[in-house]
């Protein structure tokens, strides 16, 4: 059994910068994919970057979130940079033993408890 833990989501002025980290224990995810996802109220969960054997971003933080992983740590990170009050939300990292896009959230087979993140104007 695989558990994921998000950390590092608080409140961050337009424009700022925030680091999320996803890590694993229970078991090894050095060959999953790990993905990071976000659900604001009332919206459905989308896809916002995966780490797999490609790196994909949605269009909507290209160029300002980075993701990265320490394989020998079991440790995902999510740089966000130059946030918007529209990136906010619950944002949840996500492991799959096998993934083809990536970009479904019905693909991961493990999921972490989410960690907020507000952006204010």
């Known amino acids: 059994q695989v558990q994921l833990v998000e950390s590092g989501g608080g409140l961050v002025q337009a424009g700022g910068s925030l680091r999320l980290s996803c890590a694993a224990s229970g078991r090894s995810v050095s060959s999953f994919v790990i993905s990071w996802f976000r659900q604001a109220p009332g919206l459905e969960r989308d896809f916002v970057a995966a780490?797999?054997?490609?790196?994909k971003y949605a269009d909507s933080v290209k160029g300002r979130f980075t993701i990265s992983r320490d394989r020998a740590k079991n440790t995902v990170y999510l740089q966000m940079n130059s946030l918007k009050p529209e990136d906010t939300a619950v944002y949840y990292c996500a492991a799959a033993i096998n993934a083809g896009s990536y970009l479904y959230h019905v693909e991961y087979d493990y999921w972490g408890q989410g960690t907020q993140v507000t952006v204010s104007s």
């Open positions: 780490s797999g054997s490609v790196t």
